[in-house]
């Protein structure tokens, strides 16, 4: 069963860069659309972008000029670079797989982990 | 840019009752692009319905979707403890600014 694991800094200075990776095991990259989504204490969820496996990649409109969503194919990794981050972006990040490209939805996730920006 | 508007906000029904929750679109949108999720505190969110009406892997046929064009509708009958938890629906947006986007949620909690 393909299960996902985000990793990285639980706590970043504001202005600086928020990087985290996703490794995926279990099963293939290939094929497929990956998601970086994120949740902000006690609210909704936001759809930040996505990468398919050929690297074409659609971000949230809101997000783009600060987002960079990438993929390591050979370790089954995908990676979110986040610049420029203020308080409002303390979250708790998730990477997850979408099911097909007929149905664009959210299959597999990961526990997420919790960003926190502060100085 | 299409709004997904969740009502209510919060539903308080007791367990073997039917829950109905409602997803409402500011436009019309296929339904192949909206899906349901569930989340429990402390949980990522899990995958409930895709395509409005086709349930994900090991969900229990009790859920159900439906609706189209702007109004979608899950349904919960005869609801299990472990049903309560928040849900969100989800659409990809085809028009405007490709991209996805949530609702506000449901809380659905035991009365």
């Known amino acids: 069963q393909v299960q996902l694991h985000e990793s990285g800094p639980g706590l970043v200075k504001p202005s600086e860069i928020l990087s985290l990776t996703c490794s995926v095991s279990g099963g293939s990259m290939t094929d497929l659309h990956w998601s970086w989504i994120r949740q902000r204490p006690g609210e909704g969820l936001e759809w930040i972008g996505q990468?398919?496996?050929?690297?074409?990649?659609l971000y949230n409109p809101s997000l783009k000029s600060r987002v960079i969503i990438s993929l390591d194919r050979p370790n089954n990794q995908l990676s979110l670079q986040l610049n420029s981050v203020t308080a409002t972006d303390t979250a708790v990040y998730y990477c997850?797989?979408?099911?097909?490209?007929?149905?664009?939805?959210?299959?597999?996730w990961g526990q997420g982990t919790l960003v926190t920006v502060s100085s | 840019e299409v709004v997904l508007t969740q009502s209510p906000g919060t539903l308080s029904l007791s367990p073997g009752e039917r829950a109905t929750l409602s997803c409402r679109a500011s436009e019309s949108l296929n339904g192949r692009f909206l899906a349901w999720y569930q989340q429990k505190p402390g949980q990522a969110p899990r995958l409930v319905m895709f395509g409005a009406n086709r349930r994900a892997i090991d969900i229990p046929d009790r859920f159900s979707g439906g609706g189209s064009g702007t109004d979608f509708t899950l349904t919960i009958t005869r609801l299990e403890p472990e049903d309560f938890a928040v849900y969100y629906c989800q659409l990809y947006r085809t028009t405007g600014l490709p991209g996805y986007s949530f609702g506000q949620g449901t809380r659905l909690e035991i009365k």
């Open positions: 990468i398919h496996y050929s690297g074409n990649t």
């Open positions: 997850a797989r979408h099911v097909a490209a007929i149905y664009p939805a959210f299959d597999n």
